[in-house]
């Protein structure tokens, strides 16, 4: 049974860093993929960023390259987000999602939450001016 749980959020001031977890359960193959969405109060829940187990590509969008690094852990077992330089804009709940890398072959599709098969519950992220 394939899970997903993000966890490491909380109140941080602006400027501050925060580093997320997504522990993974039941992925028995090498060739799935994990992304970080957020969302914010009224607003649609976008993707940032997103990591391959197969190939290692990463993908950030424009927002929080710079800032965010998505990264695995040596059984890939967890997918981190270390967050830096935080900003009142990134307050949202974070969701990490999962599903095959074949369905991500460019780097818009990785993108769009509703095309990935597993979803964990999010955490929330509030950053204070």
């Known amino acids: 049974d394939v899970q997903l749980q993000a966890s490491g959020g909380g109140l941080v001031q602006a400027g501050g860093s925060l580093k997320l977890s997504c522990e993974r359960s039941?992925?028995?193959?090498?060739?799935?993929?994990t992304a970080w969405f957020r969302q914010a109060p009224g607003k649609e829940r976008e993707g940032i960023a997103f990591?391959?187990?197969?190939?290692?590509?990463?993908y950030y969008v424009d927002s929080v390259k710079g800032r965010f690094t998505i990264s695995s852990d040596g059984a890939k077992s967890t997918v981190y987000l270390q967050m830096n330089s935080l900003k009142p804009e990134d307050t949202a709940v974070y969701y990490c999602?999962?599903?095959?890398?074949?369905?991500?072959?460019?780097?818009?599709?990785?993108?769009?939450?509703?095309?990935?098969?597993?979803r964990g519950q999010g955490t929330l992220v509030t950053v204070s001016s």
């Open positions: 999602q999962s599903d095959f890398d074949r369905k991500f072959d460019d780097d818009r599709s990785w993108r769009k939450y509703y095309r990935y098969k597993w």
């Open positions: 039941g992925f028995d193959r090498d060739d799935y993929a």
């Open positions: 990591i391959s187990d197969l190939d290692g590509r990463k």
